[in-house]
C-alpha cells in the first residue's frame, strides 16, 4: 500500500457513548484544530482534505482511527438504509464540483458528507460518486452469521423486524445479549466494487440515543452501522465473527484478523483525518 492510503492518527478525540459528553456540545469540538490543518493542506480532485467524522472507536491494535458510521433510517416496512448526504455543486479552487454533503444534519450541527467515506481506495468507487443512482437500501451479502444466512439470499434487503433476537442474541462468542448483528453492502448495485458495511441492533443504542442528539438523529430503533473497511490495510473486520478476537480483547467488539484492531461499536467518536480526493470527473 502507498503512503498516500495511510492516514494520520486521529486527534479531538471525543466519546459519544458513554454518557461522557453530549451531542449539542460535541459539534462544535475540533474546529480550531481543523482550521489549522486546512491553512496547510490542499487538496485535488472533488472533496478530500481535512474531514472530521463520526466514527465506530478503534480501541486496539495498529489502526489509526475507527470507522466511520453510516447514518441511517428504516422506512415504513421496516427496510434499513443508509443515509446519503444532499448532493449540490460548490466551487473549489475556482472550479464548480459537485459534493454529497449535508451541513446540518437534521438539526446536530454535523457536516456529514462523502469526505467520511474517502479511504481504503472507496473514493474511486462508483458508489461514492454523488449522482450514483441508489436506493441507499442495505443488502445482505452472503451472511456472516447463521441467522443472517438462513433468513436472507445475497441481495435481499435488510429489514428491522428479522433483527427480533437482539435483546438476547449470542453466538459462543463473547457475551450474549450485547447487539444482534449483520453484514452487507451499500450502493453496491451494479457496480464492479463493494462498499462493505455492517449493522448491529442493541439495546445500547436504543437507549444512548434517548440522551444523545447525533445517535438520535443518526440511528433508528437501536440500530447502527459503519463502513466496514478497517483503517489500517483496509481489510474487512467483524462483529463477534472470530473466536481468536478474545485473545486480543475482541471478542465483545469488531475484531479485524488481519493485524487485530480492535473496535467498539458502542462508542462513537469524533475523528479529524485527512480524506482523499474522489477522482475528478
Sequence with gaps: MSDSDKYPADSGRRRFVKGVVGGAALAGVGTTGAAAINTATSSTGSGGGPTQAY????TGGPAPRGMPQIPIEIDDEGYIRGVWPEVQTVTQNGVDIELAITEDYKGTGVTYSQDW???CGVQTYDGLS???ESDNYFRSDNG???WQSETYSAGDRLNVND???????GNGIG??????????TWRSQDTEDTMPIQVVRSTRIEEAAQDNEWLAASTDQGVIAWLNKCTHFCCVPGYKQAASSATFGGEDGVYCQCHQS??????IVETL?????????
Design 273 to 281: 483525518f485527512t480524506a482523499l480526493p474522489r477522482p475528478s470527473e
Design 163 to 169: 433483527f427480533d433476537e437482539y435483546e438476547t442474541w
Design 55 to 58: 466514527a465506530i472507536e478503534n
Design 130 to 132: 454523488p449522482t450514483f
Design 144 to 146: 456472516a452469521y447463521d
Design 175 to 184: 457475551q450474549a445479549g450485547l447487539g444482534m448483528p449483520a453484514t452487507g
Design 117 to 119: 467515506f474517502q479511504y
Design 262 to 267: 480492535v473496535y467498539d461499536p458502542f462508542t
